[in-house]
């Protein structure tokens, strides 16, 4: 499929850019609609990272007039295009709903009512969208468990408990059949995107994947976005001297897989049919505590720093998810190829280059200046 015409959404961001670059590299022509959010770019300017070679458009999913065009000539579409963050959807409800299942309405109403030549159309979910991950109960088998009661939190037992009978259960990769608990507003929005992906394009033919990310981190992600994923959060603490905050007792653990292999995935989602129609999660299928995360940044940087364990929760928190990925060995013979060793390794060493610098100061002040972080 080398030289085909794409559409990526979103794709000034994090993982948009370095998608960008893989998509590029193939020999495709694409094109990069973003929003440049300034919460995600505080100077209001495309990155410098974003490659030259790709055509960048400014404007809003939300906008037909915008989107017609660069959706009728595409023969294929990443949809990454999305307001990101669970804890900050639970007050800005109209907005994320806007952006994140407005945004893609508009998205399939082009292609449900205009010609175009879209081959291929794939969506970015989210591993939000499960709850609480799997988990194995000693007496009952696979369970499901819901969020943790308020007063069990508050009295400190962390541990998520068996809805049939109460026991400790422990926990088990997740597989995309289990049944989605969204937790919050983020979550509804991502999984109302893949569900709406996958009828539209079940009705009207065209092939759709949607690929749940579950923690994805790596160069590029933003050190100064208060909204940002934990192990960018935590970075950004240890390159200003101050420990990483880190809720419940720090065992609470998250799949964390590297930027590359995402974009690995979606170019062989892109280049394959066997996932078409499909779900599939996009993790890497290993369970990382959160203090050893905290502790594996710190190392890497060379600084002594000690995550301060606050032994507080928050509402909504789930204890534990993790992808099974089975899926994508089968259906894409993909295995995740990068470390957490190795990713962090990467994400220390591109956060001291003088570009990145650059970058965290400039996003720094304009947050400060917006009263969304403190010098």
């Known amino acids: 499929m080398a030289g085909m015409k794409i559409l990526v959404t979103g794709g000034a961001g994090f993982i948009g850019s370095h998608l960008t670059d893989g998509l590029v590299g193939q020999g495709h022509d694409v094109v990069v609609l973003d929003s440049l959010d300034p919460q995600v770019h505080p100077t209001g300017k495309p990155p410098d990272y974003l490659n030259s070679q790709a055509r960048f458009v400014q404007g809003d999913i939300r906008d037909p007039e915008v989107l017609r065009p660069l959706v009728c000539r595409s023969e294929a579409i990443f949809h990454l295009a999305s307001a990101v963050s669970v804890g900050q959807s639970q007050y800005e409800i109209a907005r994320y709903v806007s952006v994140n299942s407005g945004g893609t309405a508009n998205l399939l109403n082009l292609l449900a009512n205009e010609k175009h030549t879209v081959r291929k159309l794939i969506v970015a979910a ?68 893949e569900e709406m992906c996958l009828l539209i ?29 934990v192990a960018a959060i935590f970075l950004s603490r240890i390159k200003n001297g101050q420990p990483p905050v880190i809720y419940e007792d720090g065992a609470q653990s998250r799949d964390f897989i590297s930027v590359h292999d995402v974009v690995e995935v979606n170019l062989l989602a892109l280049e394959s049919c066997r996932a078409d129609g499909r779900i599939l999660n996009v993790g890497s299928g290993r369970a990382q505590p959160i203090r050893e995360v905290a502790e594996t940044l710190s190392r890497t940087c060379g600084k002594p720093i000690e995550p301060e364990i606050t032994g507080k929760y928050r509402k909504g928190d789930v204890r534990h998810c993790f992808a099974e990925n089975a899926k994508l060995l ?17 994400m220390v060493s591109w956060s001291t280059t003088a570009r990145a610098l650059d970058l965290f100061h400039q996003a720094t002040a304009e947050l400060v200046s917006r009263g969304l972080a403190s010098r």
């Open 126 to 193: 989210s591993m939000s969208s499960y709850g609480e991950g799997l988990y194995a109960c000693p007496r009952c088998g696979p369970v499901r468990p819901g969020l943790r009661p308020e007063a069990q939190l508050a009295a400190g037992d962390w541990h998520p408990r068996c809805p049939g009978c109460a026991l400790a259960v422990s926990p088990l990769p997740t597989p995309e059949e289990a049944d989605l608990h969204s937790n919050s507003i983020y979550a509804v929005t991502k999984k109302n995107q």
């Open 201 to 229: 394009g079940k009705t009207y033919g065209i092939p759709v994947v949607s690929l749940r990310y579950f923690n994805v981190y790596g160069p590029r992600q933003s050190l100064s976005n208060p909204y940002n994923g």
């Open 330 to 346: 089968d259906l894409l013979g993909f295995r995740p190829r990068v470390s957490f060793e190795q990713g962090v390794a990467e």
